[in-house]
């Protein structure tokens, strides 16, 4: 059995799922976090009652954690919830709410009387955005590149009636799909959930509208979502893997082609065979490695997914009318989209996202209450350094649900918490209060996204978002399975030597 001794730096789903695989291949783990509890962002708030997830709420792609269980030879340490309906669509000006099902009977009833022939064209839009999945996943998404000609000899084999979506965004796709703007600004919302804006995704990840509706749907877990963290916790608990919290690595000591060890901030050494950074795999190569090509300068020239401004409610009281999960826009999506994320908006009247989180999970609120988590995609510090005005934000917000909902949000209030995008940034050391890492843009993913493998020091290896193949969280599994599979292969090599 291998004895070799692995150090990983945070505990978000990435970490914790490369913990699973490399301690079932016999290395020792040990997991060290800044936070003062595992998860990353895919964590949770306890407060005056109330229960919240802090970070993701839905997941897709359930299948990705049936192959982490299954390669691990572990039983299933969580339950999900398939959702059905997806989520609601309220737009500003329109009275009808929009519920998207999966079914695509009931769907096209919800677009009736806004585009014509919606179930023709939302079945042709989901064949072409299906086949583009399924001839991309296994050549790109699932693979570690070995160079940049492997890069472009796997897109050699990706069929060439794709090639027009490298072209034009995502928004454009739904153009060419829809006539109606109601049907396009829905459908573009899945760009949000990349980070971004469909006028900045490329409309290859228009095959996202194909996953949600039609192969796997969403997802949330029985329990509340960290019930994902705290069921991998406890088998890696049983399996001696050790966790050190409320610990920060802010220096590497280096020599030649390795890492010697790695400081905390109270001076504690931390030395293993092999060091897997779940810490964003940019900014830690510049922050922490001091490498010139991410710097701080250069950093702030790539293009980063949102920041969140998110709100955490306890009321006291039911908002029925309310699906579990509900976006809420303006009547000016174009303007709105293209300025967000660069501070040319005003946050009068702020688009954002509603879910119920006792909806799913009642022991998340004491009875008859409700717990409510709200996300506003906000610009990150490099364009809004100030947040002083977040309380502000949060009431305009809250204003506007009650507004479109009846419901007087206001009043119902036992429990408030506003966290924005510079408390992200230091409970995570998340690159400017970004939310979910590095964006998509085709210069930023698969080859041209940071190495799950270090480019100098051989025995450092990294997963999570700013890595390969890119956010989200099944993205974040498949992502341990790559840094891992690097990793052994490495391994190998040195042992054969």
């Not at 900014?283 to 293009?303: A, C, D, H, M, V």
Request: neutral net charge; aromatic residues 14%.
């Amino acid at each position: 059995m291998n004895k070799k001794q692995v150090i990983i730096v945070g505990t978000g789903l990435g970490g914790l799922s490369t913990a699973l695989r490399l301690s079932s291949e016999g290395f020792k783990v040990k997991m060290v976090e800044k936070y003062h509890q595992a998860g990353g962002r895919l964590n949770r708030l306890s407060k005056d009652g109330f229960k919240f997830d802090l970070g993701p709420t839905f997941f897709s792609m359930s299948y990705e954690f049936d192959e982490l269980v299954k390669s691990t030879n572990i039983e299933y340490p969580f339950e999900f919830i398939e959702l059905d309906p997806l989520f609601t669509v309220n737009i500003d000006g329109i009275p009808k709410t929009f519920t998207i099902y999966k079914d695509l009977d009931k769907l096209s009833e919800e677009f009736a009387s806004f585009e014509p022939d919606f179930k023709a064209k939302i079945e042709k839009h989901l064949q072409k955005t299906g086949q583009l999945f399924h001839d991309t996943e296994d050549k790109i998404v699932h693979r570690n590149f070995t160079s940049l000609f492997d890069y472009f000899m796997q897109l050699t084999r990706v069929p060439l009636k794709h090639s027009p979506l490298l072209f034009k965004t995502m928004w454009k796709e739904l153009c060419d799909s829809f006539e109606s703007k109601e049907a396009r600004m829905v459908f573009s919302l899945v760009g949000f959930f990349l980070g971004a804006t469909p006028f900045d995704t490329p409309a290859i990840y228009s095959l996202l509208n194909y996953v949600e509706l039609k192969h796997d749907g969403y997802h949330n877990v029985k329990g509340g979502m960290y019930r994902i963290v705290e069921g991998l916790f406890k088998v890696l608990r049983e399996r001696q893997v050790d966790f050190y919290f409320n610990t920060e690595i802010v220096k590497a000591i280096t020599t030649n082609d390795k890492i010697d060890y790695l400081v905390d901030q109270n001076g504690r050494e931390w030395h293993a065979d092999y060091y897997v950074i779940n810490a964003d795999a940019a900014s830690f190569r510049g922050e922490i490695l001091k490498r010139k090509k991410y710097s701080e300068k250069r950093l702030n020239k790539k293009k980063w997914t949102m920041a969140p401004l998110t709100i955490y409610l306890g009321l006291n009281g039911k908002v029925d009318k309310l699906q579990h999960h509900n976006y809420f826009l303006g009547n000016n999506f174009d303007q709105y989209a293209k300025g967000v994320f660069k501070n040319k908006v005003s946050f009068a009247k702020p688009y954002y996202y509603v879910n119920v989180q006792s909806k799913n999970n009642p022991e998340y609120a004491p009875e008859g209450k409700d717990s409510l988590f709200i996300l506003c995609p906000s610009p990150d510090l490099r364009f809004k350094p100030d947040y002083s005005d977040r309380e502000s934000i949060a009431q305009n917000i809250i204003d506007d649900l009650s507004e479109r909902t009846g419901y007087n949000i206001n009043d119902m209030i036992e429990s408030k918490t506003v966290l924005s995008p510079d408390h992200w940034q230091n409970m995570f050391n998340l690159y400017k209060g970004s939310g979910l890492g590095l964006a998509h843009d085709l210069n930023q993913i698969a080859w041209f996204r940071p190495a799950n493998h270090d480019e100098k020091y051989k025995n450092t290896f990294y997963v999570g978002a700013s890595t390969v193949p890119g956010t989200g969280l099944p993205m974040a599994v498949i992502s341990s399975k790559l840094t891992t599979e690097n990793l052994l292969n490495y391994d190998r090599t040195v042992s054969k030597k």
